[in-house]
């Protein structure tokens, strides 16, 4: 019989590069169902989640899992090991979650011309079809439209084993989960709900420890002042029982002194300075205590305001950014997408929307060419940073000046990730790459900005912070997301990809007011 958790115990895990532990004596127990881990980026989330599948070790403790335990990464650069087998299998399962995902045959063929959210849903049905005791996935809604994330969630929970599941997508995770863990290394703590209630239980204990510290402040303040007053009132009689100034012939007041020493008066304040003093110490550590755990409580609440951030704006001074032909674009063999005459100005932003595989990273590229053909600099942020890049990213911050490095990290610190995480760490996680980038980007003014899936990656706060600053930047942007609410927010028009058949599609701009009849997904 196979086991039936995933066992944590005692762990402790470090990078071999990094300056600090990013675990230390780690308890976890996952059992059969879903249970999700949630955090901001860079908090140790996916590495949590690989220690749990057994693809990183830890340096002490053990790890007990089932031996068919299959880990789907957040990545989509490389096909899955399996990927043949599956999309050429006819047996029962295969069939089921071909129909179930939306999966077709000739994916294995066209790897490199499958949307990264293609690639997701192929990644999770050849996790599936291994049918595994446990399985563990981060972020698999990333790049995937609202009906693409209702297929997974319909395949994920069809899944009866012990499932782990990492996601910025909170209507999947209480959709599939009862049980949350709410990390930000070294700090870890486990909750027996969905996630929403998860959330705001950590809040509430943000909010209890933040209480708790001003009362046991008021209480410090109020032992301070009592004892002050007591060390005057010791000093007092400390002098008034001493001999030093008295007359040598003054017998009554010597004998008056004598009299308190023997009944112990004379030391009556002495004692109470001492309790006070010994109150105050206690206290003292106790606040001590107290204040460490509302570090934790504030690490650990997820829903804590974030600082926004700054983009510098520099709208350039012409009628016309570019003038987009009537055209078309391969999107591999035998598909095309077509468009007719558009134009972009300095100070537009426009919002480019369709389902996965409908070409619009694609067109984004031309766009971005068309551009820079023209001379003009574009400030460019893909959807997907290379493995290879993520890696440099973190190791040039590392070699920055120290003033440069300096605004790198607060623009890093407003978008919610931790510097001493990221000191911590010799492999930045997307989300903290993508961060990176943009505050990179930010360092100098930007006339025209192209992002393409932006908030993929980024947790709730860093959403946030990066729609405030987009709201107040001026320039001309383009903005690919399936995110209804962040396209609302930031954009003023839209060009959208329709199908007109399976191979033929058509871009073109239409009411803005038309996505919500799209049924974008309002994640947040």
């Known amino acids: 019989m196979g086991k039936t958790t995933i066992h944590l115990s005692s762990l402790r895990f470090q990078y071999p590069q990094a300056t600090l532990p990013l675990f230390e004596y780690i308890d976890l127990t996952f059992a059969v169902g879903w249970t999700a ?17 057994g693809i990183l070790k830890p340096e002490k403790g053990t790890v007990i899992r089932p ?19 599956f999309t050429g299998a ?14 077709d045959r000739d994916w294995f063929y066209r790897w490199e011309t499958l949307s990264h959210g293609e690639r997701k849903r192929a990644q999770i049905g050849c996790a599936l079809y ?18 693409a994330i209702r297929m997974v969630g319909d395949a994920l929970e069809s899944f009866k084993g012990i499932g782990i599941l990492v996601s910025h997508d909170r209507a ?16 870890v703590r486990v909750l027996h709900c969905r996630p929403s209630v998860a959330l705001q239980e950590s809040s509430r204990i943000s909010e209890s420890s933040q209480q708790t510290l001003q009362n046991a402040r008021k209480q410090v303040s109020r032992i301070t002042t009592e004892l002050k007053r007591r060390s005057q009132i010791a000093s007092v009689q400390d002098s008034r029982k001493s001999k030093r100034n008295i007359d040598a012939k003054d017998h009554d007041a010597k004998a008056k002194i004598d009299g308190a020493r023997l009944s112990g008066a004379d030391g009556k304040a002495g004692r109470l300075k001492a309790q006070m003093e010994t109150r105050a110490v206690h206290l003292h550590s106790s606040l001590q205590e107290i204040q460490g755990g509302l570090v934790e409580a504030n690490k650990l609440d997820l829903q804590g305001p974030v600082s926004g951030i700054t983009i510098g704006s520099n709208p350039l001074k012409r009628d016309l950014i570019v003038r987009i032909p009537t055209g078309s674009l391969p999107l591999g063999p035998e598909r095309k997408l077509f468009f007719d005459l558009l134009e972009i ?6 919002a480019i929307t369709g389902k996965n595989g409908s070409g619009k990273s694609t067109f984004m590229q031309y766009l971005r060419s068309l551009i820079s053909a023209q001379g003009i600099q574009v400030a460019y942020v893909p959807q997907e940073q290379e493995l290879s890049a993520c890696e440099q990213a973190l190791q040039d911050l590392h070699v920055m000046d120290p003033t440069t490095k300096g605004r790198v990290l607060s623009s890093l610190t407003r978008l919610g ?22 505050s990179l980007l930010f360092e100098e003014p930007i006339s025209v900005l192209l992002l393409d899936e932006p908030t993929n990656h980024l947790d709730l706060p860093s959403r946030l912070a990066l729609q405030k600053a987009l709201c107040d930047w001026e320039g001309s ?48």
């Open 172 to 187: 999947l995770s209480d959709r599939l989960c009862t049980n949350t863990v709410i990390v930000h290394a070294p700090y």
């Open 130 to 147: 291994e049918e595994p005791e446990a399985i563990t996935i981060d972020e698999p809604t990333n790049h995937l439209d609202e009906e």
């Open 477 to 524: 942007l383009v903005c690919i997301s399936h995110d209804a609410a962040f396209l609302h927010a930031v954009c003023s028009e839209r060009w959208h990809i329709e199908a007109e058949s399976e191979d033929i599609f058509r871009l073109q701009s239409v009411s803005f007011e038309d996505v919500k009849d799209e049924g974008l997904m309002e994640k947040y």
């Open 417 to 438: 990730s931790d510097p001493a995480l990221i000191r911590s760490s010799v492999l930045a996680s997307p989300g903290e790459a993508k961060k990176l980038l943009l």
């Open 345 to 350: 100005g300095p100070l537009d932003r426009v």
């Open 90 to 103: 006819y047996d029962r399962e295969a069939c089921r979650l071909h129909g179930l995902l939306q999966i």
């Open 37 to 53: 881990i949630l955090g901001a980026n860079g908090a140790g989330k996916s590495t949590l989640l690989q220690l749990a599948s």
């Open 67 to 85: 031996d068919h335990t299959t880990y789907v990464a957040q990545r989509t650069d490389d096909p899955p090991s399996n990927f043949e087998t």
